[in-house]
């Protein structure tokens, strides 16, 4: 089966502990990216990566930190300096582009962070 | 800022009835797309309408985009209880190699079986 997988489901933190976020795909895609969620609030881009090696801070990178060494996985860490972590953590890929290409995502299940 | 605007923020129907949905965006844009998402679960694209076209149909979703007006519909015929779900639409303001996808708030339907 192809797709994005997102561990774990649910993950409960103290407050002032780093936590990591895995993302990994098997769609051979170049392009990954993180959104939080919040009630009320839509998606919100945190970073985004089009090529191994390689990222960029998207609309609320602050607090966060991501890593992308390999093509199929795009690990988000939430760290202490976030203010208010609580949300539900989506993360997405898509091809690269190109002439004619489309910009469509692929969206993982989703992990709902609690931090207490 | 968000780029696009979901209009209702919710809406209730009844099975067999029609659902349209509206968004409206600021800045000219590449593409717009529709996705769907069922509570608790990540988003599921629907369907994309690039920005020179007008509209697009799949299946019981039409979509038009009205780019003089910077505002895109999605309609949904024949509703069924499974289409209760939230609906988010997204615009991609391509630059140069970089491509992001800017969600709207979404909108909320629920339809009566």
């Known amino acids: 089966d192809g797709g994005i997988t997102q561990s774990p489901k649910y993950l409960f933190r103290k407050e002032g502990q780093n936590v990591t976020l895995s993302c990994e795909q098997n769609?051979?895609?170049?392009?990954m990216y993180w959104y939080r969620q919040d009630p009320g609030q839509g998606l919100r881009l945190i970073y985004y990566?089009?090529?191994?090696?390689?990222?960029q801070k998207g609309d609320i990178a602050e607090g966060y930190s991501v890593s992308r060494e390999k093509k199929e996985s795009f690990p988000l860490t939430v760290t202490s300096a976030q203010k208010n972590p609580t949300a539900f953590y989506l993360c997405?890929?898509?091809?690269?582009?190109?002439?004619?290409?489309?910009?469509?995502?692929?969206f993982g299940p989703g992990t709902r962070l609690t931090v207490t | 800022s968000q780029q696009g605007e979901e209009d209702p923020q919710a809406l209730s129907i009844q099975e067999g009835e029609n659902a349209t949905m509206n968004c409206s965006y600021k800045?000219?844009?590449?593409?717009l797309q529709w996705y769907r998402q069922n509570s608790g679960r990540g988003l599921v694209h629907l369907i994309l309408?690039?920005?020179?076209?007008r509209e697009k149909h799949s299946g019981r979703l039409r979509v038009t985009l009205d780019t003089s007006k910077k505002s895109s519909s999605l309609l949904i015929t024949a509703s069924r209880a499974a289409d209760t779900a939230s609906y988010f639409c997204?615009?991609?303001?391509?630059?140069?190699?970089?491509?992001?996808?800017?969600f709207g708030k979404g909108i909320t339907l629920s339809v009566r079986p």
């Open positions: 800045t000219s844009i590449n593409n």
């Open positions: 309408i690039r920005s020179n076209e």
């Open positions: 769609l051979n895609h170049d392009a």
């Open positions: 990566s089009q090529i191994v090696n390689d990222f």
């Open positions: 997204a615009t991609d303001r391509r630059t140069g190699a970089n491509s992001k996808l800017t």
């Open positions: 997405a890929s898509s091809t690269t582009l190109g002439t004619g290409r489309k910009n469509e995502q692929y």
